[in-house]
């Protein structure tokens, strides 16, 4: 369990992947992309389309 703060939000994460290392983490959602995990396939799609909606407003 990891507890985060983001403003005034605490979020907690109940995830074994917590208890990994940062690079142990990328390398862990890395190897799942390319097996094809369709969960983090659309995660990757959800938060690139809100990336670039995001720059698009900036301008």
Do not use: C, W
Not at 4 to 23: A, W, Y
Not at 35 to 55: F, W
């Amino acid at each position: 369990m990891k507890e985060i703060n983001i403003g005034n939000t605490i979020g907690i994460i109940h995830s074994p992947l917590m208890e990994l290392t940062k690079e142990e983490r990328q390398e862990h959602f890395q190897n799942e992309l390319a097996k094809g995990n369709q969960v983090l396939k659309e995660l990757e799609r959800l938060v690139n389309k809100s990336y670039r909606r995001r720059m698009q407003d900036a301008f």
